[in-house]
């Protein structure tokens, strides 16, 4: 287990760069553990549509002001979520609770 952390912190790292060093992987843990739902979505191929789909099922489910929406985008080859929200200029904004929606 403690491999496959180190391996996740190492990957996370060169994902996030500067930010990676704030992430600790047991605050993590503790806050995905309250998260009642979880949907992957994930190919080995490229140019699927995944983006796209996670994006518009992120939008549809905010739709009802009941649900709290999140979703965060790995693609280690070029997260594109900000463009297909027209988030594109905006920066990540931290703080000590974690990063604030920029939609």
């Known amino acids: 287990m403690r491999d496959m952390e180190r391996k996740f912190k190492r990957d996370i790292e060169d994902i996030l ?3 990676a060093k704030n992430v600790n992987l047991v605050v993590v ?3 995905l553990a309250s998260v009642k739902n979880k949907v992957l979505v994930l190919s080995g191929k490229g140019g699927l549509g995944k983006s796209t789909v996670s994006a518009m099922l992120g939008l549809t489910l905010a739709l009802d002001d009941s649900k ?3 979703f965060l985008d790995i693609d280690i080859c070029g997260p594109s979520q ?3 929200l027209g988030t594109a200029e905006e920066k990540v904004h931290s703080s000590g609770v974690g ?3 920029v939609l």
């Open 99 to 101: 990063w604030s929606p």
């Open 29 to 31: 843990r503790e806050r």
């Open 68 to 70: 709290e929406v999140g």
């Open 17 to 19: 760069g500067t930010f």
């Open 82 to 84: 900000p463009r297909v």
